[in-house]
């Protein structure tokens, strides 16, 4: 299908299989377990008593280094490094229960299973929208799915421009899912909405694939691409190529930006 580019010898960063929020929990877990054998085990061996400010410092160096050993990306270093003194900054200010408990409830239904997916949400803007539409087939009525439809602009907007097709956003997470299927309606859209997860549909029932993932997403993308593409369908992808393999189209929507890339099968 796609020619592939050599790839340069690069090592796996992170051999194990387990996401990396939840590597960077599991360290935090660690850091704190190792913090409290120093602070009630090992420092009171040199008459040395551990206060909180001593185990923030304790845990945070300790979650930094263990971050490091797991080779997780960059930002995790910082993350983990300051978590505890943030914690603790948080917690002295004595807000009642539920706002973290709300916090929580609506992040979850935003990000749903970023911890597993690696693919926050993030809107495309206005200046893609209308360089998806020019790459729509002409001569007959398309058949397009944005995987990853987020609160379903893309979608609405090229089932408003382009009548004659039919549009559809498949969405992981409840809230944006839910959020599209309202607007669709509130605004007489064409466009359906789907909750699920994309790697359950059959690419081959589409012209034009659209995907605004992450990296961490694109090596199963295109696996499923190259398995489930019929001729002529076009796979787009915006911000992130696929490693290895050169992209027929390089656009940078709106005269500048971040490009979107384009396979044709
Ligand atoms: C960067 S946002 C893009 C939103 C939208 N496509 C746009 O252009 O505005 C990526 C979205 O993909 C969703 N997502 C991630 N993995 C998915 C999967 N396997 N199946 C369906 N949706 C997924 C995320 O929940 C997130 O809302």
Not at 14 to 39: E, G, K, N
Not at 88 to 103: D, E, K
Not at 182 to 202: E, I, K, P, Q, T
Not at 233 to 256: D, K, M, N, R, T
Request: aromatic share 12%.
């Amino acid at each position: 299908m796609y020619g592939r580019r050599s790839q340069p010898g690069a090592s796996p960063r992170r051999p194990l299989s387990i996401p990396p929020a939840v590597q960077a929990l599991l360290i935090q877990c660690l850091a704190l377990l190792m913090t409290l054998v120093l602070a009630f085990l090992v420092l009171p061996l040199w008459q040395v008593q551990a206060n909180v400010a001593m185990a923030v410092l304790l845990q945070g160096g300790i979650a930094g280094a263990l971050t490091r050993w797991r080779r997780l990306a960059p930002w995790w270093l910082l993350i983990q490094c300051l978590f505890p003194a943030a914690l603790v900054l948080v917690l002295s200010f004595g807000l009642p229960s539920w706002i973290f408990l709300s916090a929580f409830g609506l992040l979850l239904i935003l990000y749903w299973s970023t911890f597993r997916t690696q693919v926050p949400y993030y809107p495309s803007s206005p200046a893609v929208w209308h360089e998806v539409e020019r790459l729509l087939p002409a001569d007959r009525p398309p058949r397009f799915i944005d995987i990853g439809s987020g609160f379903g602009g893309l979608t609405m907007h090229l089932a408003r421009c382009r009548p004659d097709g039919d549009y559809a956003g498949i969405e992981l997470a409840p809230l944006p899912w839910l959020a599209s299927l309202v607007r669709a309606r509130l605004n007489g859209s064409r466009a359906r909405f789907l909750r699920g997860d994309y790697a359950d549909l059959d690419f081959g029932d589409y012209d034009v694939i659209f995907a605004y993932l992450s990296p961490a997403a694109m090596p199963a993308l295109v696996a499923k691409a190259q398995a489930e593409m019929k001729p002529g369908c076009l796979l787009l992808s915006h911000e992130f190529a696929i490693p290895g393999v050169e992209p027929q189209l390089v656009l940078h929507p709106g005269g500048g930006g971040d490009a979107l890339f384009g396979w044709y099968r």
